[in-house]
């Protein structure tokens, strides 16, 4: 059989105040047109569907929209859990009553695993949870750790033996090699007492893994992170997005990552600023600029801005903050009034444009303070 891993959506991410429900809209009918062209039947969904436990309601019209076109027009089935952005209350919902269409929403760790068998295949489906909770489930108080939870966790369960397993769960499980991490990830807890070794999962055929949102292999080839829909941060922008395409036959298990294309990437410039301003023009995709200047560049923010729209975020990989030309005459501040300087100021630091409201109340205080030179 065959089936497709995704995970970390965070369906109604919004980055530096741009919404990127659009965008993720477009990707997930890319998956589906994907199933639908290639005959594939099944979603495993590994958590963090939404990006906020009280999600927006444009993000949850989109899952509505997505789950309802992949199970009723197309007839697929959905196996989906929680991640740590959910709100496990507001997913489990109605779920008992959705089984029946083909979509199993798991939102909180059952005490005795029910797999969902699917041509053969047994999918044990273990939501994002903390040791609290299963200190609770099983009145266990030393259960300190998420490796003691998810170790004995697993060992109360009972698994088949002659069929094929698949874990899909949302918990950071980690290898002999560090994991590739990023911005947008959120920890789970201080001082790596949320890792858990990989090697409690060797009993299954295939680990479908959600929570870190680069994709990668975990030290075995069966146990994967799909990695995030799309980019979510800019140290993201050499990463590949997109879904696992899983396959399950009498050979073995194997696995492959599909590149999704969104409609706006999550671009990165680098070099001097006299170079990036001749750069080929990007009109559509998020721009971040950094620059190997080692002096600050007097307005310049607002002129990349007029040649990439989108640019989000500027800043410098080679800063002379001691050089004797890092002066406010060298970046003709004596020729900007306060309000500029400030303006600026703002831009090299926040990476983007002071609003208004910020700017009303710079130009509250500086009024204060020349009524207070005056007197």
Same mark, same amino acid.
């Given at each position: 059989?065959?089936?497709?891993?995704?995970?970390? @959506?965070?369906?109604?991410?919004?980055?530096?105040?741009?919404?990127?429900?659009?965008?993720?809209?477009?990707?997930?009918?890319?998956?589906?047109?994907?199933?639908?062209?290639?005959?594939?039947?099944?979603?495993?969904?590994?958590?963090?569907? %939404?990006?906020?436990?009280?999600?927006?309601?444009?993000?949850?019209?989109?899952?509505?929209? *997505?789950?309802?076109?992949?199970?009723?027009?197309?007839?697929?089935?959905?196996?989906?859990?929680?991640?740590?952005?959910?709100?496990?209350?507001?997913?489990?919902?109605?779920?008992?009553?959705?089984?029946?269409?083909? @979509?199993?929403?798991?939102?909180?760790?059952?005490?005795?695993?029910?797999?969902?068998?699917?041509?053969?295949?047994?999918?044990?489906?273990?939501?994002?949870?903390?040791?609290?909770?299963?200190? %609770?489930? %099983?009145?266990?108080?030393? @259960?300190?750790?998420?490796?003691?939870?998810?170790?004995?966790?697993?060992?109360?369960?009972? *698994?088949?033996?002659?069929?094929?397993?698949?874990?899909?769960?949302?918990?950071?499980?980690?290898?002999?090699?560090?994991?590739?991490?990023?911005?947008?990830?959120?920890?789970?807890?201080?001082?790596?007492?949320?890792?858990?070794?990989?090697?409690?999962?060797?009993?299954?055929?295939?680990?479908?893994?959600?929570?870190?949102?680069?994709?990668?292999?975990?030290?075995?080839?069966?146990?994967?992170?799909?990695?995030?829909?799309?980019?979510?941060?800019?140290?993201?922008?050499?990463?590949?997005?997109?879904?696992?395409?899983?396959?399950?036959?009498?050979?073995?298990?194997?696995?492959?990552?599909?590149?999704?294309?969104?409609?706006?990437?999550?671009?990165?410039?680098?070099?001097?600023?006299?170079?990036?301003?001749?750069?080929?023009?990007?009109?559509?995709?998020?721009?971040?600029?950094?620059?190997?200047?080692?002096?600050?560049?007097?307005?310049? %923010?607002?002129?990349?801005?007029?040649?990439?729209?989108?640019?989000?975020?500027?800043?410098?990989?080679?800063?002379?903050?001691?050089?004797?030309?890092?002066?406010?005459?060298?970046?003709?501040?004596?020729?900007?009034?306060?309000?500029?300087? *400030?303006?600026?100021?703002?831009?090299?630091?926040?990476?983007?444009?002071?609003?208004?409201?910020?700017?009303?109340?710079?130009?509250?205080?500086?009024?204060?303070?020349?009524?207070?030179?005056?007197?």
């Amino acid at each position: 059989m065959k089936f497709i891993h995704l995970a970390d @959506l965070h369906l109604g991410k919004i980055i530096y105040q741009n919404n990127l429900i659009d965008i993720q809209e477009d990707l997930l009918n890319q998956v589906i047109d994907y199933m639908n062209d290639q005959d594939i039947d099944v979603l495993v969904i590994a958590g963090d569907i %939404y990006d906020r436990a009280v999600a927006s309601r444009e993000s949850i019209t989109l899952l509505n929209t *997505f789950l309802s076109k992949l199970i009723l027009k197309y007839h697929k089935k959905v196996l989906m859990i929680t991640g740590n952005h959910d709100s496990s209350e507001r997913l489990n919902f109605a779920t008992s009553l959705l089984v029946d269409q083909g @979509l199993y929403i798991v939102c909180y760790p059952e005490k005795e695993i029910k797999p969902i068998i699917i041509e053969g295949v047994y999918f044990y489906l273990v939501p994002f949870f903390k040791p609290s909770y299963i200190r %609770y489930l %099983y009145e266990n108080d030393d @259960l300190k750790t998420y490796q003691d939870a998810f170790a004995y966790y697993l060992n109360q369960q009972t *698994f088949v033996e002659d069929h094929s397993k698949v874990l899909v769960t949302h918990q950071f499980i980690a290898g002999n090699k560090e994991v590739v991490r990023s911005e947008s990830e959120v920890i789970l807890s201080v001082g790596g007492s949320e890792i858990i070794d990989v090697d409690l999962c060797k009993g299954f055929d295939y680990v479908a893994l959600g929570h870190i949102h680069a994709s990668q292999k975990i030290k075995y080839d069966y146990v994967r992170y799909a990695g995030s829909l799309m980019k979510y941060s800019f140290d993201e922008v050499n990463q590949v997005k997109g879904m696992v395409e899983v396959t399950i036959d009498e050979k073995g298990v194997c696995s492959k990552i599909i590149p999704l294309k969104p409609k706006r990437d999550l671009i990165k410039l680098t070099g001097k600023y006299e170079a990036v301003l001749h750069y080929p023009n990007n009109e559509n995709d998020f721009i971040a600029v950094e620059l190997l200047d080692k002096q600050m560049i007097g307005h310049g %923010y607002e002129r990349l801005k007029e040649k990439y729209p989108h640019l989000l975020q500027l800043t410098y990989k080679k800063l002379d903050i001691k050089g004797e030309n890092h002066t406010a005459s060298s970046l003709d501040m004596d020729k900007n009034s306060p309000l500029d300087i *400030f303006k600026e100021f703002y831009e090299k630091m926040k990476g983007e444009e002071m609003d208004s409201k910020s700017q009303e109340i710079i130009e509250e205080l500086l009024e204060e303070d020349a009524l207070y030179d005056a007197h």
